[in-house]
């Protein structure tokens, strides 16, 4: 995006639909994988507690070593990763279904990795906006999207744990 194309109202439209959208995907879905991961890892793939511990703590250090690279890389660069980690990431929440001991390792760093990468870059979104009462209302959509998908991103693993076991 950039700052020509946001000043129309249609970019500014379409912008606020892309901010409100992978934020609230990508927040909602990353809460599943934060709470399902671990249930996954212990019970079908008998992990101990220590092995869930650091599986998910390699998730976590992989997001932050995304985050601290993304945040030296160009603009061109980081606007390249992100929609490379974007398509990432979609895909990396569809190959735990095929995770076994080893593998979800893998999965889990793909998925924290495009996290990384992704969420500093939709809030940094927000300062494409010259105006400063549009940029209000843009992070304002962005905390609202954030509130929501902490509700709905557990309600949805409700749903999807009762008609999947």
């Not at 000043?7 to 934020?23: C, D, E, H, K, N």
């Amino acid at each position: 995006m950039d700052r020509e194309k946001v000043s129309s109202a249609a970019g500014l439209a379409q912008a606020v639909a892309i901010i409100v959208t992978l934020t609230f995907s990508v927040r909602a879905s990353n809460n599943v994988l934060q709470t399902t991961v671990p249930l996954l890892a212990k019970f079908d793939l008998t992990y101990t507690q220590l092995e869930v511990g650091l599986l998910m703590a390699t998730m976590s250090a992989s997001a932050l070593v995304a985050a601290l690279v993304n945040s030296r890389v160009s603009v061109a660069a980081r606007r390249r990763l992100f929609i490379l980690f974007s398509a990432l990431y979609a895909l990396s929440l569809f190959t735990f279904t095929f995770s076994n001991r080893v593998s979800v390792l893998a999965y889990v760093s793909l998925a924290g990795v495009s996290y990384g990468f992704i969420f500093p870059n939709i809030m940094t979104a927000a300062q494409l906006f010259p105006d400063q009462r549009l940029r209000e209302r843009v992070i304002a959509a962005y905390t609202l999207a954030l509130a929501i998908s902490l509700i709905a991103g557990p309600a949805l693993e409700s749903l999807v744990l009762a008609h999947f076991p």
